[in-house]
């Protein structure tokens, strides 16, 4: 059974960061996409960053140069390390990840319960 926990979120002034991690079990990385998602309230979810099948990472406009996507295998851990943080990076924010391997389209099957950031200005 796969399970994706995220951790590391909290609250934070603007301008500072934070570091969120996802633990996965039942799960490994290599050749899945994986990626970070966030919603605030009453927008829709939105892809902050992803990590494709050949190992490429991509960023949203809105957080290109602020946050990193990293991952370390040794620990089946996700990081998405936020500086720089403004208010309307408030949200909750989800790590997620394809069930199937080699999937040039990214669907995204699994989730985590999501951890909260919020940032005050």
């Known amino acids: 059974q796969v399970q994706l926990v995220e951790s590391g979120g909290g609250s934070v002034q603007a301008g500072g960061s934070l570091r969120l991690s996802c633990a996965a079990s039942?799960?490994?990385?290599?050749?899945?996409?994986l990626g970070w998602f966030r919603q605030a309230p009453g927008k829709e979810r939105e892809e902050v960053a992803g990590?494709?099948?050949?190992?490429?990472?991509n960023y949203a406009s809105s957080v290109k140069g602020r946050f990193t996507f990293s991952r370390e295998d040794a620990k089946n851990t996700l990081y998405l390390q936020m500086n720089r943080l403004i208010p309307e990076d408030t949200a909750v924010y989800y790590c997620?990840?394809?069930?199937?391997?080699?999937?040039?389209?990214?669907?995204?099957?699994?989730w985590g319960q999501g951890t909260q950031v919020t940032v005050s200005s």
């Open positions: 039942g799960y490994t990385f290599n050749n899945y996409c």
């Open positions: 990590i494709d099948i050949d190992g490429n990472t």
């Open positions: 997620s990840a394809d069930s199937f391997p080699y999937d040039k389209t990214c669907e995204f099957d699994y």
